[in-house]
Nanobody, 123 residues
Framework: VQLQASGGGLVQAGGSLRLSCAAS????????MGWFRQAPGKEREFVAA????????YYADSVKGRFTMSRDNAKNTVYLQMNSLKPEDTAVYYC?????????????????WGQGTQVTVSS
């Protein structure tokens, strides 16, 4: 199984980025997907999750209203549209796959992880 995250970069506060995560080696539509992030010196934290069919999404309070997660099961890809970015959004962002139902689930319950993509928001 491979999860390839991309789309990170350096952006000014208030700007936008769109992260992608391409999955292979698994039956993609059988997995809920999640995005997590980890800033230097901090624990990995939940950002967003999406159900297998894409009809239900979950967001951390810190990103609600600014980030939107979606998926394209035909392309085996999930996305994270990040708007109104803040310096505190700076972190390495990871996508993950969970064979259980989507929800506010901790990182250790996810089955597969991508390598991460760096997002840096300057003030």
């Amino acid at each position: 199984v491979q999860l390839q995250a991309s789309g990170g970069g350096l952006v000014q506060a208030g700007g936008s980025l769109r992260l992608s995560c391409a999955a292979s080696g698994l039956t993609f539509n059988s997995y809920a997907m999640g995005w997590f992030r980890q800033a230097p010196g901090k624990e990995r934290e939940f950002v967003a999750a999406i159900s297998r069919g894409g009809g239900t999404t979950y967001y951390a309070d810190s990103v609600k209203g600014r980030f939107t997660m979606s998926r394209d099961n035909a392309k085996n890809t999930v996305y994270l549209q990040m708007n109104s970015l803040k310096p505190e959004d700076t972190a390495v962002y990871y996508c993950a796959a969970d064979r259980s139902a989507a929800g506010y689930r901790p990182a250790y319950e996810y089955d597969y992880w991508g390598q991460g993509t760096q997002v840096t928001v300057s003030s």
